[in-house]
């Protein structure tokens, strides 16, 4: 018999233990001065359009995406990525899976160029490292490791490593005399 699916509040106020990541998002959401940053950007983002655009993502749904990507050495792509992902930092967005719109890494980029063209950038992370120094607490930079798989075609200066093939060794330093050939009669 199938479990019956829970709703995602109830599992997640269900949860007997808090990651590091939720504690750490929690402290962070308690002690950034939202609304100063806010007042800061707010003249410079974008108002719905009166040609029945779509209206923008919340403008404290991008901050805080923004911040996010600053913490977690996140790119646009895993950004939209991690947001789909993970529980934690959508509701540190103030998203709800279902309710709201996840913003694509296009308007991920866009924000982060509003704030670059503008000059934002400076001013919101020396406001909030000083906010956040005169409460005592400090931030180190971490990273978090985006791995992703790439085709590549497969070396023969390793095979011939690996193998100790005689004929691939031979085959591969017959291609770098020739390259090397190659290069010479080029410069001259």
């Known amino acids: 018999m199938p479990k019956q699916p829970a709703f995602p509040g109830l599992r997640d106020a269900m949860k007997k233990k808090q990651t590091r990541r939720e504690l750490f998002l929690a402290e962070m959401d308690a002690v950034v001065p939202w609304t100063r940053l806010l007042a800061l950007i707010e003249p410079h983002y974008p108002k719905a359009g009166p040609k029945g655009d779509r209206p923008p993502i919340l403008l404290e749904t991008m901050l805080r995406i923004y911040f996010l990507q600053d913490w977690y050495a996140l ?10 992902d993970s529980e934690a930092m959508r509701r540190f967005a103030g998203i709800e899976l279902g309710d709201d719109r996840i913003p694509d890494e296009t308007t991920i980029l866009n924000f982060r160029h509003l704030l670059e063209r503008h000059s934002l950038t400076e001013a919101i992370f020396a406001g909030v490292n000083a906010h956040l120094s005169d409460k005592g607490i400090t931030l180190r930079s971490g990273t978090l490791v985006d791995a992703t798989i790439i085709d590549a075609p497969s070396s023969t200066k390793n095979k011939c490593w690996r193998t100790r093939s005689r004929d691939v060794c031979q085959s591969a330093s017959n291609i770098e005399q020739v390259t090397a050939f190659n290069i010479a009669q080029f410069e001259r």
Do not use: R
Not at 75 to 84: F, Q
């Open 75 to 84: 790119s646009d792509p895993m950004a939209e990525e991690t947001l789909y």
